[in-house]
């Protein structure tokens, strides 16, 4: 068992935590049973370690079975290394290193795609880990993260995703005007979300949103601006029918996916 958290092992494992890290190694942390379990299902190729506490493998004895049969080993670890390893409070047992894994723009969308997330400048690893878990339960085909944007390899990004990164195409690192070539090339329009675009009821109602479609959203604070808006086909607002100033960057993009998911499902 490995039980000293000062090891170079261990602190190679916490360095992951840092964007530096993760370029040079081209690895990533994977933290907690749920985040795992995903991984061993849909990408046991991408795990290179595997570390749990003993514990940890009894509660969840399903993990200790996707990892025999991925032919991956578990190296049993002290809860003090897990802490030590992992990025939150309550790492809950299980870390994993992983290979990185971004897909190309091109494939995105040499694949015919009907429905794709673009984030622009989107800073939050939160937000940007619910966008994927959103755009997957709505059946997107793709998350293209620009250059601009968070690291899709940030550990709170990873955990947001609550493992939906193991399960649809995410491309990184991309040029937005690239983005919006390809789209259109593709046959795809482009939605801008936008607090002063038209209302999303109205584009519901049209027929607006049963075509392919790639939604664009950006920063949390400023949004778009207006050269990122002139990129776009439409702009589109969620509206508001209570009181609240404004809606977080994730509920809204969840709200845009399922509306066109919806339509296009219709």
Not at 3 to 32: C, H, I, Q, W, Y
Not at 54 to 71: M, N, S
Not at 135 to 148: K, L, Q, Y
Request: aromatic share 6%.
């Amino acid at each position: 068992m490995l039980d000293n958290p000062r090891s170079p092992r261990v602190r190679a494992v916490a360095k992951l935590e840092k964007r530096a890290a993760r370029l040079e190694t081209g690895m990533f942390l994977l933290e907690g049973p749920q985040a795992v379990s995903e991984a061993l299902t849909f990408r046991p190729n991408l795990v290179v370690e595997l570390y749990a506490t003993p514990t940890a493998l009894e509660r969840y004895v399903e993990i200790a079975q996707l990892a025999t049969d991925a032919g991956v080993d578990i190296e049993f670890v002290s809860e003090q290394v897990i802490d030590a390893m992992a990025d939150t409070v309550t790492p809950q047992g299980f870390v994993a290193v992983c290979h990185q894994f971004p897909t190309s723009v091109k494939d995105i969308f040499n694949n015919e795609p009907k429905l794709i997330a673009i984030l622009e400048e989107v800073r939050d690893p939160g937000n940007a880990g619910t966008i994927i878990r959103a755009a997957d339960a709505a059946g997107a085909d793709a998350v293209i993260f620009t250059g601009r944007s968070v690291d899709l390899y940030n550990p709170k990004v990873v955990r947001s995703s609550t493992g939906s990164i193991f399960h649809l195409p995410v491309a990184v690192g991309a040029n937005l005007i690239d983005v919006r070539e390809r789209a259109r090339s593709a046959g795809l329009q482009i939605l801008a979300a936008d607090v002063k675009g038209g209302d999303l009821l109205e584009a519901r109602n049209s027929g607006l949103l049963a075509k392919p479609t790639a939604w664009l959203f950006g920063n949390e604070a400023r949004g778009l601006t207006d050269d990122d808006l002139l990129l776009a086909d439409q702009s589109v607002s969620v509206p508001l029918y209570g009181h609240a100033e404004s809606m977080n960057l994730a509920t809204a993009a969840s709200v845009c996916l399922y509306e066109s998911a919806f339509a296009q499902r219709s």
